[in-house]
């Protein structure tokens, strides 16, 4: 590696070096508390996939480049030095992190594993060797921005199309549009992803709820926060924001999608709307009689898995429960759930860049847990999340039906 | 010339290892307040609702203070874990309560807060986190540095030990006894640069320079070393607090 390039990254290190990475950083007692945290150790189990494992491999640059003590002793915390051999390193444990940060609630100090990704995230897309897909999906999200204007007629007619699928869900009353677009004023920007099966139930029940919404011309999904590029992100989002701005609307509800919700949520500093997501939503509808759902629809025990991003991270733990015990009468709760639920071992990424044999691999706790509950109906809130327990669901071959909570509602909805 | 050398430990080292200690623990502290706040929050949430939920900073200094989180996972090294910070604790004010200002044990006492228990704990607790990291998997993540660090510790509690117990259990008596050390201390608080070897006679002097020296060092290397979360502990947990 060139000495400038070198400096090139040494920058964007330095850039991320906020007050909490700082500390981060330098305060890690190396306790080992965290190994265990991880669902990627406790599947193979790898000292490489633990958190302070994979963390350790920015802590050794960190060293190296921004503490005296690596300049004059590097032995001692075998600082490295920054090279071509060590980012292939530095790839292959940021891009087997999903970001979960089941390992924050482990670590003594609260020591953020995915913050300190973030470090070699940028230091790959710096050295262009980030996982190229993830960049072209960001940039395509990018550019459908751009030009929405030359897109916003084949999207209308595209969803044109879903209107007799939404209709077979819940009919609507007369002169309600099914999948409204444009609506000015509308309370709620329904953000979808781009498959028909994250809009036609969403669709269904807020037209069951006669609530006044719009769907948003935009993509939920936020590749620029996979690939950790914060320029990327946040001109994904601000397509939205713009979007509810100019439609005046008073909340963005972010489909099944975890990272979606996250970044828009948390990420995005202060909107003039509220941000909630889907399942907030279809709670809220339950719990004020906007919709009834019939009670006997589901058949078998059903367990929910709490998607990293809505749950430990988003704090939504009580409605996705309240919504099921609408639905069933037969819930059993995954051991260990909630902020302790271990993730499923698609985010991050994982599952756009494929990576089926890790993914597989370093989910097998994932998959017993599941197993255990003895559950045949599995749900969950976010699309990573079920795409990644789909293929568990074969790969383990746990014989339950993977289904997203807002399907259930939709086939639930009792039309009076 | 050994003579020399023990009073430069003994005192004017003394002097600069703690100045340095202080420069050192304020500059690592600047750097780390003068880098820009994170942008958002790294709060994780909480399983439910719960009061300390809703007060993060006093949730935070629960968590330092208790560290649930270790309790949870590793009951065993959360033991030995409190044991060690009380026990430091107590070495503090044990240590403290030498200068003739301060008087916690009973005027006339021979012995040093905890009768020599504290020391005992400290040791017992280092040689267990030692073993805990020569295992797998914390071995596999450990630094030289990580060894290092409790090797000096180690060593810092067993000359300490020494001291204590050959004043206390010696059959020659009280060979430096407590009135010694006051004066030793009293004299490094006034700045009189007075030779310790004055009033430290005893005949395992060597030792109180060897476990001088030994914290001098801890002390030289304090701004480099992950002791350092001693301060950042707080402010850590609250970010993960909210
Ligand atoms: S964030 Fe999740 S995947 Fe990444 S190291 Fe922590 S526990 Fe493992
Ligand atoms: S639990 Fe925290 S302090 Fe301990 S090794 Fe992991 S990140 Fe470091």
New interface residues.
Partial sequence: MEDDQRQELLKLFRERLTSAVRMYMENCTRCGLCIEACHAYASSPETRYSAVGRAQNIRRLFDRYFKLSGKLAPALNEAIDLDDGWLDKIYETAYTCTGCRRCMTYCPFGIDTQTIQGIAKMLLIGSDKEPKVLSMLSDMSIAKGQNIEQTKQTFAQAVHNLESEVLDMWRSEGGQEAVPLDVMGANVLYVALAGKHSMIPAAAIMNAAQEKWSLSYFEAVNFGAFVGNPQKTREISQRIIDEAVRLGVKEVAICECGTAYRVMKQQMGELPFEVISFVELMARYLREGRIKVDRSKIEGRLTYHDPCQIARNGGIYEDPRYIIEQLTGEFVEMQPNRAANWCCGGGGGLVAMGEKDFRMKSAKVKADQVRDTGAKVLATACENCHTQLSDLNEHYQLDVKVEYLSNLVAEALVQD | MIDKLFYFVTVPMVYLAVAWAIVGIII?AV????????????K?????STLLGRMPLIGAIV?VFT?P??RK??PL?WVFLGLFHLALLALLVAHLDLLPQINIMPTGSKHMLGYGGVGVVLTVSVLYFMW?RFRS??R???????Y?LLLLLFLIFITGDTISWANSWNSGGFVIGKPEFAAYLDGLVKFTFDNPRDVLYGSHYVVVVLHVLLANLLLLLLP?S?V??FF??L???K???G
């Fill in positions: 690592r750097q780390i307040w003068r880098r820009p706040r994170h942008p958002f929050t790294l994780v949430f909480e399983q439910r968590d560290m989180t270790v996972h590793q090294f805990r998997p914390v596999e993540i450990s630094v030289p540095a990580d290092l480099f992950k350092m979360h950042f502990a402010p850590m947990n970010l993960r607090r």
